[in-house]
């Protein structure tokens, strides 16, 4: 618990407050923990942000060396790919303040010069030095005229217009076979065998003996360490500051002498330049694009990166990327995923309950409504609690003792039961003390219900309903994101 | 006879039917402290709205030494040495208060993106230029905005400091004149005295010229070279202290019709 250390003298000896001395010494009046994790959090504060990075840079370099697989490497890319595009859209929403539902668009524009520039397609195969910072420009000035007509746009306006862009790149992506006759963007079945990255005329092999090569693993966390640094940089100047300043108030910031238009368009193009060297980056690596990249659900989960880690930190961004993709990978896989969801129920009691005698409690239920249902089931009909737990391990085998698992699910049970656990949820935010409580126990067994019977069998639909429960719950417990700072709208 | 600094010639403003300023000739003269003063709805906070630009007169011509300002975007007037205070604060609340002054050092400075990524020598001197300009800006009010405060957050200031910070932001876009908007609202009495003094330090030792629009006569009375008051849009008096607050058409904007006559 936060509790304030002893404060200077608040009688009448002490120095009044506001003048010179209490000024002065406002180190004693800090809020900090008390006793050694005080003294932690002390020195971890002042370590500087550049050390967390090569720490950082360390571990995830590190990573391929640990565990060699090709699937590891390539949830690692697609992290780092991820982790570029939440800096990206953190330019425009989290510095600039625009809603900008035309991001993902911004990453097809990469993606597809790319393709068009450096494959058989037209016969190009531009020099990765030449094509990589000329195509990361292209982007910015396309994001630059795609600003144009909308700087004028706020908030709700603005969303529409850049959604409708968004809409307007993939259909003219995938009706783009007969543009003028032409066959330029393949049409839905995209552009195929595009050029991996060259140096000094080499090739750098996409796979290596039929593994995911490391090459592009690092190459993308090399593109992270420089758009970081380098967007790091860009806060720190009268250009950041100005993008800050028209996020909290435009007209104060162009009555300040800063011109608002233009800071709108430059943040526009500075998110889309990002997006655009991830999509070269990407496309190298999948030697194919396809318009159904860029649809509007990668748009939600980028969104979703930002606001999870906290919109406006450069820090944040980069950890909700980490934790939304590692998530969607982690909740394809059954197994995991049942770890997973346990491991999160218990998290999520003790962090609520801490370590009392209601989690006590509140667990204790849980699993003597668990054993009781499941006697009765199996009293009942054997049928009903011969399922099969899919996964192997010792918790499948503890969990079948313990769930009702059927080995035939009447087609009435999934949405009835999927239905009552959002029922059972709604009634628990509408009942304090006791009831709450007593009521916390089956509802968890009835979810724990729902998730091995219903939706461990899909985890397509699953992955993003657990997605947006955990955005639900951070958004009420923290409305800023894990890491993002405190903001205050009006006092 | 001083330098004129700001000008305004017969400028007229409309919303939609209700003439909101009407044939109103206004001058500053420079390092002059000139007061406006008037009923609320009279018109003087659009005063401020048209000099700065973010409304443009229907009629009429703002100049600023001479060059005409008028239709210009409030930016760049504010480039050209106008810089205002807002009488519903309007500061960049989630940013830390010494940003808040480097924010409007924006105009006169020149780093662009690329300068800024690569955090070119020539850029950081600049930076350092820009730190420094708040650090002395924030100065000038004494201890109040000074030291741990420079890095907290602007909502964590209290209303009166509130009220300097956005003071000192004003200052730090280099003006010429300075827009003070009320700049005593909602002070207790011994800030108020502050802010008395403070204007007239803001002449002395800062070189501003001010025009500023405030409520309390006691403000008005100490600072005030010169007072004009407003009433409809329309002109009604301007003088001396003195002159204004005896003029009964001052008295009567204020307390009604015939009111005048009844003392």
Known sequence: ?491 | MAERLLELKGVSLAFGGLRVVSDLDLHVDEREIVSVIGPNGAGKTTLFNLITGIYSPDEGDITLAGRSITGLQPHEITRLGVARTFQTLRLFLNMTVKENVMAAAYGHTKAGVLRSMLRTPGMRREERGIGELAEEKLAFFGERLMGYRWNQPAYSLSYANRRRLEIARATATNPKILLLDEPAAGMNPVETHEITDLIAKLRTEGGYTILVIEHDMHVVEGISDRVVALDHGVKIAEGTFEQVATSTQVVEAYLGLGTADRK
């Not at chain 1, 649809?295 to 980069?318: D, E, H, K």
């Not at chain 1, 218990?346 to 005698?357: I, W």
């Open chain 1, 1 to 491: 618990m936060t509790e304030p250390t002893p404060t200077s003298e608040t009688s009448g000896t002490g120095p009044a407050v506001g003048q010179d001395e209490w000024v002065a010494r406002h180190g004693e009046r800090r809020l900090s923990r008390s006793g050694a994790l005080g003294v932690v959090e002390e020195r971890l504060r002042r370590v500087p942000w550049w050390a967390w990075l090569v720490l950082f840079l360390a571990i995830a370099s590190l990573m391929p060396v640990v565990d060699s697989s090709g699937y590891v490497r390539r949830v690692g890319f697609d992290t780092v790919i991820y982790m570029l595009l939440a800096l990206g859209l953190n330019v425009v929403v989290g510095w600039g303040g625009l809603l900008d539902l035309g991001y993902v668009a911004f990453f097809g524009v990469g993606s597809y010069l790319y393709a068009i520039f450096d494959s058989d397609k037209f016969g190009y195969h531009l020099p990765t030095i030449v094509a990589v910072p000329a195509i990361t420009i292209a982007g910015a000035a396309i994001g630059l005229l795609v600003g144009l007509p909308s700087r004028r746009l706020a908030g709700d306006y603005l969303a529409i217009v850049t959604l409708f862009f968004l809409e307007l790149f993939e259909t003219v992506m995938t009706n783009g076979n007969a543009i003028g006759g032409h066959n330029v963007t393949g049409g839905a079945n995209g552009i195929l065998r595009v050029d991996p990255f060259s140096a000094f005329g080499h090739r750098i092999a996409v796979e290596h003996q039929g593994v995911f090569a490391v090459s592009y693993y690092y190459i993308a966390l090399a593109a992270f360490l420089v758009v970081f640094v380098a967007l790091r940089s860009l806060n720190h100047s009268r250009t950041g500051r100005a993008w800050r300043s028209l996020r909290e108030d435009p007209l104060a910031a162009e009555v300040m002498g800063m011109p608002v238009n233009w800071l709108k368009l430059l943040s526009f193009a500075c998110g889309a330049g990002v997006a655009a060297l991830t999509g070269t980056i990407a496309t190298a690596l999948n030697a194919s694009v396809f318009p159904l990249n860029f649809s509007p659900t990668v748009l939600i989960v980028i969104y979703a990166m930002v606001i999870l880690g906290g919109s406006g930190s450069q820090a944040g961004v980069v950890l909700g990327a980490i934790i939304v993709n590692v998530l969607l990978q982690l909740l394809q896989n059954p197994y995991q995923a049942r770890v997973l969801f346990y491991v999160l129920l218990v998290v999520g009691l003790v962090v609520t309950f801490r370590l009392s005698r209601r989690t006590a409690f509140v667990a204790g239920t849980t699993l003597a409504v668990g054993f009781v249902a499941h006697a009765v089931a199996s009293a009942v009909s054997h049928a009903w609690v011969n399922g099969n737990t899919s996964g192997p391990g010792s918790v499948a085998n503890w969990l079948s003792h313990w769930v009702i698992i059927p080995s035939h699910l009447a087609q009435w049970v999934p949405p009835v039961s999927y239905g009552l656990m959002i029922v059972a949820v709604l009634a628990l935010t509408q009942v304090t003390g006791w009831v709450r409580l007593s009521l916390l126990g089956p509802t968890i067994y009835l979810s724990a219900f729902v998730w091995e019977n219903v939706m461990l069998d899909n985890p397509g639909p699953t992955r993003y309903i657990v997605l947006g429960v955990l955005l639900i719950v951070l958004m009420v417990l923290r409305p800023n994101g894990l890491l993002g700072e405190r903001r205050v709208e009006i006092i």
